[in-house]
């Protein structure tokens, strides 16, 4: 059963999210941090606020999802607890796509950047580029990369209007997209919340993988379009 919202529990998740990310900006300067570290650090740092936030999570659709392969994962983005539930349900191989203003953070900022997460300015159209361009990179070498494509949190639940990018993206590198459908994070923290609520039952769907190679025949707008009206439909579903 969901508690009453709490600021404590708030605090609790960011200090394990600093507690993370100092040890990871302390090895990056050190130069002994490796992928596998980062792996097991954003496993582990998941389960704990996982844990702590005894967050019921019930997923759907396993059967679509082999973690081995490398997707585009693009789901709704509600709350910031998405970001454990994506990592806690998908494993630790998946680096986020994530706007510019987060890598600002201190410590926070760097650790992710040190873990190969990829900084995107929106309002920068060469910076933009340059971001696809390195998430590309990431996918080559067998790097699951995840996108909200709405850009930031919805402060309703509601989908909001895709971007274009993550598309665009997946188009270009012939990559699946793999949607996936969160619902009830909004309730353990919602879009510009300070406090957070125990105990809420979260659901993630996993939707059947969509090749953006069988708009191989179309110009690449149109395959753009057609792949996410259909990522879009498949997210929505779950909803």
Not at 12 to 34: Q, Y
Not at 153 to 167: A, H, I, V, W
Request: positive net charge; proline residues 5%; contains cysteine.
């Amino acid at each position: 059963m969901a508690s009453g919202k709490s600021l404590l529990l708030s605090l609790k998740n960011v200090r394990e999210t600093l507690a993370t990310s100092t040890v990871t900006v302390v090895d990056a300067v050190r130069g002994t941090l490796t992928k596998e570290a980062c792996d097991e650090r954003l496993e582990a740092w998941a389960s704990r606020v996982v844990a702590n936030s005894e967050m019921m999570i019930s997923v759907h659709g396993r059967e679509h999802y082999d973690p081995k392969a490398t997707y585009v994962v693009m789901s709704n983005h509600q709350s910031h607890y998405d970001v454990a539930v994506i990592y806690y349900v998908l494993g630790a191989r998946i680096r986020m796509v994530a706007k510019r203003e987060l890598f600002n953070l201190p410590v926070f900022g760097s650790a992710m950047k040190a873990a190969g997460f990829i900084s995107v300015d929106r309002g920068n159209n060469r910076s933009a580029i340059a971001s696809l361009a390195e998430a590309r990179t990431a996918l080559e070498h067998g790097t699951p990369i995840w996108i909200a494509p709405e850009g930031t949190r919805s402060p309703t639940g509601e989908l909001l209007p895709f971007k274009k990018g993550g598309f665009v993206l997946a188009v270009e590198a012939g990559v699946p997209v793999l949607p996936v459908s969160i619902a009830g994070t909004r309730e353990v923290l919602r879009a510009k919340g300070m406090l957070s609520r125990s105990g809420v039952e979260v659901f993630v769907t996993i939707h059947p993988p969509v090749d953006p190679r069988r708009w191989a025949d179309k110009e690449p707008k149109a395959a753009r379009d057609a792949l996410s009206a259909e990522v879009r439909a498949s997210i929505a579903s779950g909803l």
